[in-house]
C-alpha cells in the first residue's frame, strides 16, 4: 500500500487563491494513505479539503480505495472534494460561515 500521497497539478494554485483570501492553509499530502490533501483554516473554521483536478476526467478524479477509507472512517465534520480554484473558495467560504 502507498504511503505517500502525491498533488493534483492544481493544488499550487488552489493554496495561492485560499491564502490569498485569508485563509491558513497546510498541505497534508505527505501523509499518505488517504489523508485529505489540505487543511484549511478560516474564520475560526477548519476545514479538510480533498483535492482532485478538474481538468482530468471523472474516473481519474474518482477518491482512491485509501481515501473513501479514510473519509468513512473520520469522525469530524465531513471531507470536502474539490475540483478547481472556485470549488475552493466556495466551500471554504461556506464551512467558514
Known amino acids: 500500500m502507498k504511503t505517500r500521497g502525491r498533488t493534483d497539478a492544481n493544488q ?6 485560499l ?3 485569508g485563509a491558513s492553509v497546510t498541505s497534508l499530502a505527505s501523509v499518505g494513505a488517504g489523508c485529505p490533501d489540505l487543511l484549511v483554516g478560516f474564520c475560526g473554521r477548519t476545514i479538510l479539503l480533498e483535492v482532485k483536478d478538474g481538468e482530468k476526467p471523472p474516473s481519474a478524479r474518482a477518491l482512491t480505495p485509501a481515501e473513501k477509507q479514510w473519509h ?26
Open 72 to 97: 468513512e472512517e473520520w469522525r469530524g465534520k465531513r471531507v470536502v472534494v474539490v475540483n478547481n480554484t472556485t470549488e475552493a473558495v466556495m466551500a471554504v467560504a461556506k464551512e467558514g460561515k
Open 19 to 21: 491564502r490569498s483570501m
Open 12 to 17: 499550487t494554485e488552489i493554496v495561492r487563491v
